[in-house]
């Protein structure tokens, strides 16, 4: 199969589900200097976890970290795409959301870790849960920050 075919075939593979792109890419070298100061870290971008199970980098290099791709800001921190996932779940769920005031952060926050999820391993099913890296927990806290700075972390299946 020659060059031209192998890439095209890449791009249209590629556009279908942008988290294989992360297979695709060469394993980091040894010359990647990880965060200093959190020697889990080799994106450089992730920050302290409460737990040792959420202490989970991207894996990837600073210049590929999961958290500074664009199709990470338009799956996991696009408002509107946000607002239509959470009514979806509510009407497939039958729920009736009773939203309290300043509650929008909190549930967009839970929104952008389902669509996390959903986009690098795809619909998991009840009772099957995987650790968001810290770099991209961290960025969805930042756009939608708890006023006291109170977040749940990861709570393993029991």
């Known amino acids: 199969m020659s060059e031209v075919r ?10 279908r589900n942008p988290g ?7 394993p980091l070298d040894s010359t990647t200097p990880p965060n200093a ?3 889990w870290c080799t994106c450089g971008n992730c920050r302290e976890m409460a737990t040792d199970a959420e202490r989970k980098c ?5 210049d590929y970290c ?12 696009e408002d509107g795409y946000l607002h239509i996932h959470r009514d979806y779940r509510n009407d497939m769920l039958v729920v009736a959301e009773v939203i309290e005031p300043g509650d929008d952060n909190r549930q967009f926050r839970y929104a952008a ?3 996390y999820i959903f986009w ?13 890296p810290s770099c991209c927990i961290w960025k969805i806290r930042d756009k939608y920050p708890d006023p006291q700075g109170q977040y749940t972390g990861f709570v393993p299946t029991i």
């Open 20 to 26: 294989l792109v992360f297979d695709a890419l060469p």
């Open 37 to 39: 100061a959190l020697p």
């Open 113 to 115: 870790y389902r669509q």
């Open 6 to 15: 192998l890439r095209a075939l890449a791009t249209q593979v590629f556009s």
């Open 66 to 77: 999961i958290s500074k791709l664009a199709h990470f800001d338009l799956y996991c921190l």
């Open 120 to 132: 690098q391993h795809g619909s998991l099913g009840l009772g099957n849960r995987r650790v968001i």
């Open 58 to 62: 991207c894996g990837q290099g600073p």
